[in-house]
């Protein structure tokens, strides 16, 4: 099993150009998260998804979009970057259980610059 | 204030070492988790606890509920423990939701 995937590894973006971040987990977890990770502070929750087909906004969702089309993958927008938004980018799945909880496992990470 | 504070933010450590690293928490959890991320940026769990005690390998997490307050202990620690350890918890209302401290620097020397 590959775990979690992101594509693309590193990005450099002008101000106002747009793009996708990809998510990929092939372990059938329900759960996915997106996160983004900047200098002196924790790992903040960007946007999650408890199922294909639902999204939800987490701490920073302001600036991003998502989507849950398939099981499998979890994709980040960005419509207009902000170099506010140059960060570490990572993304996370994890099994669902009413009364259990689950680890949530982590894929590399993006980084990407606004420029 | 942050929900998740973790202490020191920084530790420097000589090889064979005794480690502790701390975390407090200000809001009731339904779990805490450990975790490492390696100096190329990957993070792995570690550790998920909501009472008592874990072991594995060499290293060691506790929590207590009451005192709001989890350690990360690592003996005979190795420069190949020379990591940042984020400590999470599951906030009560919050789901499956994390809320993430920021991070300890461990630093081991030969």
């Known amino acids: 099993n590959a775990g979690v995937t992101q594509t693309p590894k590193f990005r450099v973006l002008k101000t106002g150009q747009s793009m996708t971040l990809l998510c990929a987990q092939d372990?059938?977890?329900?759960?996915m998260y997106w996160y983004r990770q900047d200098p002196g502070m924790g790992l903040r929750l960007i946007h999650y998804?408890?199922?294909?087909?639902?999204?939800a906004k987490g701490e920073v969702p302001d600036g991003y979009n998502v989507s849950r089309l398939k099981k499998q993958n979890f994709l980040l927008g960005l419509e207009s970057a902000a170099p506010s938004q140059t960060s570490v980018y990572f993304c996370a799945s994890s099994l669902w259980g009413r009364d259990t909880f689950y680890e949530q496992y982590f894929g590399p990470g993006t980084r990407l610059t606004v420029t | 204030k942050n929900e998740v504070e973790q202490s020191p933010q920084n530790l420097t450590a000589q090889e064979g070492e005794f480690i502790t690293i701390n975390c407090s928490y200000s809001?009731?959890?339904?779990?805490l988790h450990w975790l490492q991320q390696h100096p190329g940026g990957g993070i792995v769990s570690l550790f998920m606890l909501s009472s008592g005690k874990k072991k594995h390998g060499r290293l060691i997490a506790t929590i207590n509920i009451q005192e709001k307050h989890s350690s990360l202990h690592i003996t005979a620690s190795h420069p190949r423990d020379s990591a940042v350890y984020i400590c999470?918890?599951?906030?009560?209302?919050?789901?499956?939701?994390?809320?993430f401290g920021e991070g300890t620097q461990l630093t081991v020397n030969p």
């Open positions: 809001v009731g959890i339904s779990a």
């Open positions: 998804s408890v199922g294909e087909g639902t999204t």
């Open positions: 999470a918890v599951r906030i009560e209302t919050s789901g499956s939701r994390l809320t």
């Open positions: 372990m059938n977890h329900e759960y």
